[in-house]
């Protein structure tokens, strides 16, 4: 087996190559020499995917920061998933959530479950929502701020 001459280890197909198979304590072993800190939460294939690249990443080179902001943009372009930016407030900021995602609020002694749609949209109770500050004014009666009422943001961006 070919050696890598940093490392001491074979190469670099052959080290992802035994990523499915090292045992947990092994993969956060790796993880830790190549992170400074552990993801909240325990996901195999995540673990091994983000240790795959960063074993490329120490072998080849990172992306050059031109190329990764083009396939950034590009995948933004070609996506199904579309955010919606507030240009009346000047806020280039987006909310990234992806579908699946599943929103949890306690409100007048309720449990309230939004989950994102593929297409951007919230669904809650079996209704659609084209925003979040929809859902947050359906389950309240009141005007909200959807991303606010939902936690995603702090407190000190503003009134209600």
């Known amino acids: 087996m070919n050696r890598n001459p940093n490392t001491g280890v074979g190469t670099v197909s052959a080290q992802i190559a035994a990523l499915p198979a090292l045992p947990m304590a092994e993969l956060w072993t790796l993880w830790d020499q190549h992170f400074p800190r552990r993801p909240k939460h325990i996901n195999r294939p995540f673990l091994e ?4 690249y960063r074993i490329q990443e120490m072998a080849y080179g990172a992306v050059p920061t031109g190329i990764r902001r083009h396939l950034v943009e590009a995948g933004a372009a070609h996506s ?3 955010h919606r930016l507030d240009p009346v407030a000047g806020d280039s900021r987006q909310q990234h959530l992806m579908p699946g995602t599943v929103l949890i609020r306690e409100w007048d002694e309720r449990e309230h479950r939004v989950v994102v749609t593929p297409d951007g949209e919230c669904e809650y109770e079996g209704q659609r929502f084209r ?6 004014r359906h389950i309240t009666g009141v005007q ?10 702090g407190q000190k961006e503003g009134v209600q």
Do not use: H
Request: cysteine-free; proline content about 4%; charged content about 20%.
């Open 49 to 52: 995917s983000r240790l795959a």
């Open 80 to 82: 199904k998933i579309k």
């Open 131 to 136: 925003s979040l500050s929809a859902v947050a």
């Open 144 to 153: 909200w701020n959807g991303p606010r009422f939902f936690g995603l943001r």
